[in-house]
């Protein structure tokens, strides 16, 4: 089934202006040595994750194999196989942020988003990650949210913080 003939989660492909975009990054690398990762990127830019249907799609076009595809996504921790919630919200569980009580934090954010860190909320609003260190150890501990850094963060901060995007989106 070509992707033309496939339905995904954001309806018919065949409306999906997207899949033009993706016609475009094929085309522009189908003769480029090393072209998984700049397509992988591609897709993942306009989609925002990586779409099963549009990398059967990118696999057939390419004649790159399934196999390839999801062992160079599932690798590279920068892809995402499901979909990201419009807000990530990252974790630091560096050493300094760990001792400092990143765990403790990471539990509360999963308590308060009612969702298990590496997943994304129901209503897709939030994304929650545990991550390596961000280079602020002497802010510990630091969580960020999309390009915004929060500072010696304690359990009383969770709720302030996560209000301000609750309100941003009413």
Do not use: W
Not at 82 to 95: A, D, N, Q, S
Request: overall charge negative.
């Amino acid at each position: 089934m070509s992707v033309n003939e496939k339905h995904c989660c954001c309806g018919d492909i065949r409306e999906d202006e997207r899949i033009e975009e993706v016609k475009k990054i094929i085309e522009e690398l189908r003769d480029v040595r090393g072209r998984l990762i700049p397509l992988l990127h591609g897709i993942q830019g306009i989609y925002g994750y990586l779409p099963e249907e549009i990398l059967q799609y990118a696999s057939e076009s390419l004649d790159i194999p399934m196999s390839e595809i999801y062992g160079v996504a599932s690798f590279y921790h920068f892809f995402s196989l499901e979909p990201k919630g419009k807000h990530i919200i990252r974790v630091c569980m560096g050493t300094a942020c760990y001792v400092k009580g990143g765990q403790t934090i990471l539990n509360r954010l999963s308590q308060e988003l009612n969702v298990k860190a590496g997943n994304t909320t129901e209503d897709r609003k939030f994304t929650l990650e545990a991550t390596r260190c961000v280079g602020a150890c002497g802010l510990a501990p630091v969580i960020t949210i999309d390009d915004k850094v929060y500072s010696k963060v304690t359990l009383d901060d969770i709720g302030r913080i996560l209000d301000e995007y609750i309100e941003e989106e009413e």
